[in-house]
């Protein structure tokens, strides 16, 4: 991994060798995130835009020489990243604006964005196992699962990964972990969504439901990785998510053939996401095959605004004392935003903003987004489009902007919310019998 220079501490600026830190600053503890500094030098004499013209790699791993992995590095089979980026000229004109794209990242192997981390903590976890398991410190190290794990773990993959997640990043790497028999275990809080839940189980990982919230999970999840030895995917913690993630970036300034955007809107929980999106921008700027970087709208619910509130009020995210979070959107959920640091660096950096959406402005864009383009969303990435709407009524937007809203996961993740948008839009099914003139009666109501 020449390529890889160092990883960076984001509160003192420490460098570190990427193998003499497991995950964060060792000054710092669980704040003290690092950032991945490239050799751009080193990289542009083994990819451009040019060579990626005739790359026939449709996924993330047509941009490796850009990602914190070896060149030679055996990756995971499924097909994660490279998703569409859809024109949506009736959602703009409604709008009133004149470009808007839809980057449907819900059309990821297990149905939202966080595929494009859990790859890369796959190849991070096999990258470490075999130093780990050399250097076993204790015999819990090397922990066995519970009779319920499905997925018998091979030989060349020992390493549990775990990971504390609202449903998605879990259903990722659950996924991305069967997909090469890798161990994984799991912490949900019980009120994650059922389809997200039967993901997991259907995948094969060790499931625990947590009594209590995504923060509770994540706190428990980190003591037990510490505890047992697992390789530790949570995000906002582990350097290597905001890699994976910064991909979707790459993938739309291609698509949009080299061009950046003007302003990108991305829904913010923990903040990984909207960072990612940043150090895409970032590294292309760096490269020199992009000439700006675009404004980054991160869009929270109003119920789970920490990092919105902190970036009205000028507050310090370092000792802003964690939120009570509730919403609708759950993947947005979140008290103590982990990735903080990075999510207001992207918005601040980039001229950008925190606009915050209710509950039934997420709920209303679920149908609004999936009529205006064909793309059906679950809450958190409805909320994204919600953002758009509220942003172009506020007046933050030129009409010639040119703007991408990234929807982060697909509507069948969530159904029960679903359910609940079409009916607060008032649209239901029409119960009939089998018979021709029920039919009639529904196409001419009063006749
Ligand atoms: C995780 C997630 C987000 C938010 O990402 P963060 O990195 O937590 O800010 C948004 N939408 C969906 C669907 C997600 O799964
Ligand atoms: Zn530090």
């Known amino acids: 991994m020449e390529h890889v220079l160092h990883l960076k501490c984001l509160i003192c600026g420490q460098e570190y060798q990427p193998d003499a830190v497991a995950y964060v600053c060792p000054e710092h503890g669980n704040e003290g995130i690092l950032d991945v500094v490239y050799d751009y030098g080193r990289i542009a004499a083994t990819i451009s835009p040019a060579s990626l013209a005739t790359n026939r790699e449709t996924s993330i791993w047509r941009y490796k020489p850009l990602l914190p992995v070896a060149p030679d590095t055996a990756v995971p089979p499924l097909a994660v990243g490279w998703t569409p980026l859809y024109k949506a000229d009736r959602l703009a004109g409604d709008l009133g604006l004149q470009h808007v794209w839809v980057k449907d990242d819900g059309r990821n192997p297990t149905a939202s964005f966080k595929d494009r981390a859990s790859a890369i903590a796959v190849v991070k976890a096999n990258e ?4 780990q398991v050399s250097s076993v410190k204790s ?43 890798q161990p994984n275990v799991i912490f949900v809080p019980k009120s ?39 390789y530790n995917r949570n995000t906002g913690y582990n350097p290597y998510m905001t890699e994976g993630k910064k ?32 150090k895409g921008f970032m590294d292309l700027l760096a490269l020199g095959w992009i000439e700006q970087m675009p404004r980054l709208i991160g869009v929270q619910a109003a119920g789970s605004n920490y990092l919105a509130e902190a970036w009205a009020n000028g507050e310090d995210v370092l000792t802003k004392t964690p939120i009570k979070a509730e919403t609708v959107a759950d993947s947005i959920s979140a008290g ?18 925190f606009v915050t959406v209710a509950d039934e402005e997420i ?25 758009l709407v509220k942003a172009a009524r506020e007046g933050l937007l030129q009409p010639t902007d040119r703007i991408v809203v990234i929807n982060t996961g697909s509507g069948l993740k969530d159904v029960a ?31």
Request: proline fraction near 7%; aromatic fraction near 6%; charge should be negative.
């Open 128 to 131: 470490v196992s075999g130093e």
């Open 139 to 181: 015999p819990r190290h090397l922990v066995t699962l519970p009779p319920c794990h499905l997925v018998t773990p091979s030989p060349a993959h020992p390493l549990t990964i775990t990971t504390a997640s609202t449903g998605n990043a879990a259903a990722a790497l659950a996924g991305l972990c069967a997909s090469v028999g």
């Open 192 to 230: 994650a969504p059922e389809a997200k839940v039967a993901q997991l189980l259907a995948f094969g990982a060790t499931v625990l439901l947590v009594e209590g919230t995504y923060d509770d999970a994540f706190d428990l999840c980190l003591q037990a990785a510490a505890e047992f030895g697992w």
């Open 247 to 278: 991909t979707v970036s790459y993938e739309i300034a291609e698509q949009l053939g080299w061009q950046a955007p003007d302003v990108v809107f991305v829904s913010v929980g923990d903040g990984c996401i909207i960072g990612g999106v940043h």
């Open 336 to 353: 103590l935003p982990r990735d903080r640091l990075k999510a207001m660096t992207a918005v601040t950096r980039t001229n950008g903003a």
């Open 363 to 387: 709920l209303a864009a679920i149908p609004a987004l999936a009529r205006g383009c064909g793309v059906f969303a679950e809450p958190a990435g409805a909320a994204a489009y919600a953002g």
């Open 417 to 447: 919310a679903a359910m609940k948008a079409v009916q607060g839009v008032g649209v239901r099914p029409y119960a009939i019998q089998p018979k021709l003139a029920d039919v009639e009666a529904v196409l001419k109501p009063g006749e």
